[in-house]
């Protein structure tokens, strides 16, 4: 998969990694820091295989209860799971296909090292949102991205940070298939049927999304 890059100075070109494991923080700008509710920072783990159309989000307890996310493209089923103390599991149908990640229209903007990784790094313009692209330099692993607001009656052009997801613990190459199975003890039979199914989850902006 090739992410398209434009604009004067183009880098190498850049992909998200079809198959990845990671941890995920995602970064609200906009509230404040000290803020319990809702929380600034929202932590995930993510497992993540579109070559076999797989793809499993554990979200940590924060803004709502702990909960694992299981999407079986390839099995036509989803799957929520709940531990303690609600446990619970839902199932819906997923007649969807797995959406293909892609980030459009980017422009290499020079190297720049991000938690202590060299990254190449890439910004993406959609008229009033700044989305600032930053991918591992050696792996081509993600590392953030970063999506700020633009104001246009500010004539210095300064963004104002809104979101950023900021990756960790990246793990390239095929995530074991068992990640994705239901965990004990539950099964297809005895998960709640819940019709309409459940929202995509957004792990690098719109751009990547299961």
């Known amino acids: 998969m090739v992410l398209g890059v434009s604009g004067e100075t183009k880098g190498s070109e850049i992909a998200f990694p079809l198959q990845l494991t ?4 995602i970064i609200a700008h906009l509230v404040a820091e000290a803020s319990e509710y809702p929380p600034r920072e929202r932590y995930l783990s993510i497992a993540y295989d579109y070559t076999n159309k797989v793809a499993r989000a554990d979200i940590a307890k924060g803004f709502e209860a702990a909960k694992t996310y299981i999407r079986r493209y390839d099995e036509k089923q989803e799957y929520m799971v709940r531990p303690e103390p609600i446990e619970d599991c839902k199932r819906s149908y997923l007649g969807e296909v797995m959406p293909f990640p892609v980030v459009p229209d980017v422009t290499f903007a020079g190297e720049e090292t991000v938690s202590g990784i060299l990254c190449n790094h890439y910004i993406h313009i959609d008229v009033d ?28 052009g300064e963004a104002t940070a809104v979101l950023s997801y900021e990756y960790s613990n990246v793990q390239l190459g095929v995530p074991s298939i068992d990640m994705f199975d239901l965990p ?11 019709i309409g199914g459940f929202p995509y989850l957004h792990i690098f902006h719109y751009f990547v999304k299961f």
Do not use: E, H, W
Request: aromatic share 6%.
């Open 129 to 156: 949102t700044k989305v600032d692209v930053f991918m591992a330099k050696d792996t081509g692993g993600p590392v953030r991205l970063l999506q700020s607001s633009i104001d246009p009656d500010n004539a210095s």
């Open 184 to 194: 004990s003890p539950y099964t297809y039979t005895s998960c709640d049927n819940q």
């Open 22 to 25: 990671a941890d995920l923080t």
